[in-house]
């Protein structure tokens, strides 16, 4: 069972268009980390969201946290070639002696010039 | 610098050939894990440790082992690697760990393996 699902799968844009991509889920998290991966290197971490309506900028980079805290989406702004990569949402999930994080499946996205 | 690292970055092998994936961090981190990321199915954590000899099952720890002598240290060994653990895996770490934690995980670069 898919405890993060991320939307869409697959986002191929040109240069300047704005979008958004969606982290959802049934659970409700402490916090989400959004994440980008790079061709052939590991994620990097971009943001994580705590507060319930939190919002977060990082440049052209939006970042929402759900009230409920049960989804967060990222809007990007006038979208450039350098932001192609592989989006990742994630959440930690703690209860007993587990600590686990939990990843989305991600978003690709391909910004064309 | 402060980084993950892992070794090594490829690995070529044959089913039963048991094989030892290194990570290693100079951030004094407390908490690590390893993942695997498989096409459609995202990343997936197999191992974690909280610290030193404290580890526990991810979602995906059939087939694998892992120890934590060292805080610095966290590898992954496969006792008898199959076709089906063909797979990108990363080590990463962070501070430590809390339930309302927002500590950033480090990514290794990844090693990319193949179990022929």
């Known amino acids: 069972t898919q405890l993060l699902e991320q939307s869409p799968q697959f986002l191929s844009i040109q240069e300047g268009e704005n979008l958004t991509v969606y982290c959802n889920s049934s659970?409700?998290?402490?916090?989400l980390q959004w994440y980008r991966q790079e061709p052939g290197e590991g994620p990097v971490l971009l943001v994580t969201?705590?507060?319930?309506?939190e919002v977060k900028k990082l440049k052209r980079l939006t970042f929402q946290f759900g009230d409920a805290r049960k989804d967060s989406s990222l809007h990007i702004t006038a979208a450039q070639p350098g932001d192609t990569g592989l989006y990742l949402c994630?959440?930690?999930?703690?209860?007993?002696?587990?600590?686990?994080?939990?990843f989305g499946k991600g978003t690709l996205l391909t910004v064309n010039p | 610098e402060a980084q993950v690292t892992q070794n090594p970055r490829y690995l070529i092998t044959v089913t039963g050939k048991k094989l030892t994936v290194t990570c290693s961090q100079n951030?004094?981190?407390?908490?690590m894990s390893w993942y695997r990321q498989d096409p459609g199915l995202g990343l997936r954590q197999i191992y974690y440790?909280?610290?030193?000899?404290?580890?526990d099952k991810g979602d995906v720890p059939e087939g694998y082992k892992v120890s934590r002598k060292e805080k610095r240290n966290f590898p992954l060994i496969l006792e008898s690697p199959s076709p089906n653990q063909t797979s990108l895996y990363f080590c990463?770490?962070?501070?430590?760990?809390?339930?309302?934690?927002?500590?950033?995980?480090?990514f290794g670069p990844g090693t990319r393996l193949t179990v022929l």
């Open positions: 990463a770490s962070s501070f430590s760990w809390a339930s309302s934690s927002y500590n950033e995980q480090f």
């Open positions: 659970s409700v998290f402490s916090s």
């Open positions: 969201v705590v507060t319930g309506g």
């Open positions: 994630a959440g930690p999930i703690s209860g007993g002696s587990n600590y686990k994080l939990t």
């Open positions: 951030m004094n981190h407390e908490y």
């Open positions: 440790s909280m610290n030193v000899e404290v580890t």
